[in-house]
């Protein structure tokens, strides 16, 4: 009789072990079209889309060393050109640019 008690336990301990699993599985990455992105198109709120990833850069105008007008002709468009023309080779734009990921550009 005691032995139910351990299968019991065992399969209670396994079926805990699969749910958890499961709810890591299910997180979901946000996606935004070119025309979400579009409506972020200011200093009050400005997305862009860069190789496909959508940044929003907003606090990123007032503090970036080649200054605000750079960000700012990135609002609301898809920036890949023009970062890329400037700071393709450069790692530390790139991670800085990490920092602000919201999600994946719809294709
Ligand atoms: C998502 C957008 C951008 C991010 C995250 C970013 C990030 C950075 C960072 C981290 C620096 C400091 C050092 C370095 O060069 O690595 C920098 C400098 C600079 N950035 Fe940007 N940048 C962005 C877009 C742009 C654009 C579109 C332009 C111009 C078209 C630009 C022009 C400059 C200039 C002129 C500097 C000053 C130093 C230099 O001449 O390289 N940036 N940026």
Not at 18 to 37: C, D, H, M, R, W
Not at 53 to 68: N, Q
């Amino acid at each position: 009789m005691k032995y139910i008690w351990i299968l019991l336990a065992f399969f209670l301990l396994l079926s805990g072990c699969s749910s958890s699993a499961n709810t890591n599985a299910i997180l979901e990455v946000q996606t935004y079209t070119l025309e979400e992105v579009s409506l972020h198109n200011s200093s009050e709120s400005c997305y862009t889309a860069i190789d496909g990833k959508v940044y929003d850069l907003t606090t990123w105008i007032a503090i970036h060393p080649g200054g605000d007008a750079a960000i700012l002709s990135l609002c609301g468009i898809d920036g890949s050109e023009k970062f890329n023309e400037k700071h393709g080779n450069s790692g530390s734009a790139k991670y800085e640019l990490s920092l602000f990921y919201i999600g994946e550009l719809a294709p």
